[in-house]
């Protein structure tokens, strides 16, 4: 039988259950032609890596990056994580916005990169 329930949806619940709800929203979501054929020639559902960001799994960030992050939440700042897979590090940012649209924890974008494009 089918219902109106999406994969993604399931997914969605999924992810709260394991990291909690969304702390923000990602914005436009892009990524890189690097990233993109990372995650298509292993495989990678690059959504995982997005779903733990937005619920404030920041990866391998240092504890600097960590701070930040939770204040960037609280004032719209830019949001960093870094994630390791098959070799490769993977960079998820949540751009900044200014003060009048942090309001709903909204964002401009988010790119998911790999480390060795920057």
């Given at each position: 039988m089918c219902t109106d329930t999406?994969?993604?949806?399931?997914?969605d619940l999924a992810a709260n259950d394991e990291f909690g709800p969304?702390?923000?929203?990602?914005?436009?979501i892009l990524a890189t032609i690097a990233a993109s054929n990372f995650f298509n020639r292993n495989g990678i559902n690059a959504m995982e890596?997005?779903?733990r960001h937005e619920r404030g799994q920041w990866g391998d960030v240092?504890?600097?990056d960590d701070h930040a992050n939770e204040e960037a939440i609280k004032n719209g700042?830019?949001?960093?994580?870094?994630?390791?897979a098959e070799g490769?590090?993977?960079?998820?940012?949540?751009?900044?916005?200014?003060?009048?649209?942090?309001?709903?924890?909204?964002?401009?974008?988010?790119c998911l990169s790999l480390r060795h494009e920057h």
């Open positions: 999406t994969l993604s949806d399931t997914l969304p702390r923000f929203g990602l914005g436009l890596y997005l779903r240092p504890p600097e700042g830019r949001i960093f994580s870094v994630y390791q490769q590090t993977i960079w998820v940012i949540t751009e900044a916005v200014t003060e009048s649209e942090a309001t709903g924890n909204h964002r401009a974008s988010t």
